[in-house]
């Protein structure tokens, strides 16, 4: 069914908003998004009915929205003109979940290195210092987008309470995809960070929180610390899985 040109331009004003591009080669009964910051896109089309669905290149699970965002049975978002406001809080979540993902920040990782000259970063220390800061705050922004500015665990939304941990570390990854992919790891509240950093807490395959018996403190001790037994991943993936593992096998003091 053709979309209008009224329906069309409100459509399209609230994709650009949201950091969406058209594509001005859509036909009549659909708008193309796309961006220049990551590669999935997305389609709008209308019903039958009047109303409209959109589909994108990448299907994430319900988790990673608030409660105000559904999916029908094809995990397609339906809405009305009168729904545009809920349209453009997904429209802006979706491209923070597809900016976050792999090779995206790595893309942007070898961009802004590209930016320094060779004076800049020509001794061997001072090019590890500088590929390393550059690489820690695309790190930190990804999971930021990712995590939709919250703790993985606690939903805490305080930014500066917040930091980016690596499953496994920097200095111990193979490559820079590794240490700057968003599933190496987890965006955590500072307490968490450095607990989840020194091994004393890790996580199950299902989410949940696991502490190490190798923590001599007392309950009333961890609940100082805001940690509870009950304590889980907001969502996992299975491709967090893999850095989790190493995560088990190296860090976490069992």
């Not at 709008?44 to 929205?65: E, L, P």
């Not at 453009?88 to 923070?96: F, G």
């Not at 939709?148 to 496994?168: D, I, M, N």
């Not at 920097?170 to 950093?197: H, I, M, P, Q």
């Amino acid at each position: 069914m053709d979309i209008s040109t009224i329906e069309r331009t409100i459509l399209e004003k609230c994709a650009k908003d949201a950091g969406w591009e058209i594509d001005s080669n859509s036909k009549s009964d659909c708008i193309n998004l796309f961006s220049s910051f990551f590669k999935e896109t997305s389609t709008i089309r209308k019903t039958s009915d009047g109303s409209f669905v959109i589909r994108f290149s990448k299907a994430f699970s319900k988790s990673h929205f608030d409660s105000g965002i559904h999916f029908n049975s094809n995990g397609e978002f339906e809405f009305t003109l009168q729904e545009s406001f809920s349209f453009s809080r997904l429209l802006k979540r979706i491209a923070e979940l597809f900016a976050s993902l792999p090779d995206n920040p790595l893309e942007q990782y070898q961009k802004k290195l590209a930016e320094f000259s060779d004076t800049e970063i020509q001794k061997t220390e001072a090019e590890r210092l500088v590929k390393e800061r550059v690489g820690q705050d695309i790190y930190r922004d990804a999971l930021m987008n990712y995590w939709g500015g919250a703790c993985a665990v606690t939903g805490c939304t305080l930014t500066e309470a917040l930091r980016a941990s690596h499953a496994k570390s920097w200095k111990d990854c193979t490559s820079d995809a590794e240490r700057l992919n968003v599933y190496n790891g987890f965006l955590l509240t500072a307490n968490l960070d450095a607990l989840f950093d020194k091994g004393y807490i890790s996580f199950t395959d299902d989410g949940l929180i696991m502490v190490s018996s190798a923590f001599s403190f007392k309950g009333a001790d961890l609940r100082g610390l805001g940690i509870n037994s009950d304590m889980k991943l907001r969502w996992i993936e299975n491709e967090h899985l893999e850095f989790l593992d190493y995560h088990h096998k190296n860090v976490w003091k069992n």
